[in-house]
C-alpha cells in the first residue's frame, strides 16, 4: 500500500517562503514520477509541479514558475516544494500525489495519480 504523508505547510506572509515535504512508503520510490497539486476554497484541483523520475526532469504550472521548486530525494523516498515569493493566491491546501505506473494522461492531469496525501494547508497573508 503506498503511503504519502505531507509536511511543511503553514502560515506566512505575502513574500515569505515555505518548504512542503512529501514522504513516501510502500514501493520503490525512485521508480515513480511524483507530483504536486493544490486546491483552494471553492476551486478545483490545479497542477502546481511534477517531477520526473531524475531530478533533472520537472513540470511547473505558469502560476508558479520561477517562485517554485520541486526536488526528490530518492535515498530518503521524500519529495520536496520550496515555495519561494509567496502570494495570497498561493493559498490552498497542498496535496503529494504519485501514479500507479506512470503519468499516462500526462503530468499535469490529476487523472494520472491514483495515489494522494492528506493534504497540508498554506496560508499566504497580504
Known amino acids: 500500500q503506498v503511503q504519502l504523508v505531507e509536511s511543511g505547510g503553514g502560515l506566512v506572509q505575502a513574500g515569505g517562503s515555505l518548504r512542503l515535504s512529501c514522504a513516501a512508503s510502500g514501493r520503490t520510490f525512485s521508480s515513480y514520477a511524483m507530483a504536486w497539486f493544490r486546491q483552494a476554497p471553492g476551486k478545483e484541483r490545479e497542477f502546481v509541479a511534477a517531477?520526473?523520475?531524475?531530478?533533472?526532469?520537472?513540470y511547473y504550472a505558469d502560476s508558479v514558475k520561477g517562485r517554485f521548486t520541486i526536488s526528490r530525494d530518492n535515498a530518503k523516498k521524500a519529495m520536496y516544494l520550496q515555495m519561494n515569493s509567496l502570494k495570497p493566491e498561493d493559498t490552498a491546501v497542498y496535496y503529494c500525489?504519485?501514479?500507479?505506473?506512470?503519468?499516462?494522461?500526462?503530468?499535469?492531469?490529476?487523472?494520472?495519480?491514483?495515489?494522494w496525501g492528506q493534504g497540508t494547508q498554506v496560508t499566504v497573508s497580504s
Open positions: 500525489a504519485a501514479p500507479r505506473t506512470s503519468p499516462s494522461l500526462g503530468y499535469y492531469s490529476d487523472f494520472s495519480y491514483e495515489y
Open positions: 517531477i520526473g523520475l531524475i531530478s533533472g526532469t520537472t
